[in-house]
T-cell receptor
Framework: GEDVEQSLFLSVREGDSSVINCTYT??????LYWYKQEPGAGLQLLTY?????DMKQDQRLTVLLNKKDKHLSLRIADTQTGDSAIYFC???????????FGAGTRLAVHP | EAGVTQFPSHSVIEKGQTVTLRCDPI?????LYWYRRVMGKEIKFLLH????????ESGMPNNRFLAERTGGTYSTLKVQPAELEDSGVYFC???????????FGQGTRLTVV
């Protein structure tokens, strides 16, 4: 079945870059998503990438997609304390918005 | 425009009791989804409504869970009777038909003691 795997925890210093990695199993996924959950808040779509792209950049965020290895990464440049959150990688299933999520990577930003 | 709202935000109940969670999707969104995150693990799909019809309920854990979406508007998720392993955060999401993005609510944290 479909499966999405992420490392559970990442700690970075403020101002450094953060790289959150994810592997997925369904090679037919048309999109891959990154969601962010801040403390006490719901899930917010951070960015997504079409499967025919290798890279997508949006301000401080860079998404890299390696379809051959089924590997997705999210790079946050100049990480700030406000970036502290749980980041979830997700792929769609069944042709709808039904999403398969990873367990989430908790990003901790320290001074 | 209001986002997806869920009620209550927190619920603590005893094992064996009944709890009903509510989700109000964004107005006009045909798709409504329920997800659950248990004990820091992955967020798992529970079910999907298109308007008032259940499109996919493959993720529902067992028959103690009952979801409804009367009139294709808000949805409820009832757990009866609740068990300890039902504890977790229940998320609701909605989207227009054919959209690539689903909008999530803030979740309901359910604790069964």
């Amino acid at each position: 079945g479909e499966d999405v795997e992420q490392s559970l925890f990442l700690s970075v210093r403020e101002g450094d870059s953060s790289v959150i990695n994810c592997t997925y199993t369904d090679s037919s996924s048309t999109y891959l998503y990154w969601y962010k959950q801040e403390p006490g808040a719901g899930l917010q779509l951070l960015t997504y990438i079409f499967s025919n792209m290798d890279m997508k950049q949006d301000q401080r965020l860079t998404v890299l997609l390696n379809k051959k290895d089924k590997h997705l990464s999210l790079r946050i440049a100049d990480t700030q304390t406000g970036d502290s959150a749980i980041y979830f990688c997700a792929e769609p299933s069944g042709g709808y918005n039904k999403l398969i999520f990873g367990a989430g990577t908790r990003l901790a930003v320290h001074p | 425009e209001a986002g997806v709202t869920q009620f209550p935000s927190h619920s603590v109940i005893e094992k064996g009791q009944t709890v009903t969670l509510r989700c109000d999707p964004i107005s006009g969104h045909d798709n409504l989804y329920w997800y659950r995150r248990v004990m820091g693990k992955e967020i798992k799909f529970l079910l999907h409504f298109v308007k008032e019809s259940k499109q996919d309920e493959s993720g529902m854990p067992n028959n103690r869970f009952l979801a409804e979406r009367t009139g294709g508007t808000y949805s409820t998720l009832k757990v009866q009777p609740a068990e300890l392993e039902d504890s977790g955060v229940y998320f609701c999401a909605s989207s227009p038909w054919g959209a690539t993005e689903a909008f999530f609510g803030q979740g309901t944290r359910l604790t069964v003691v």
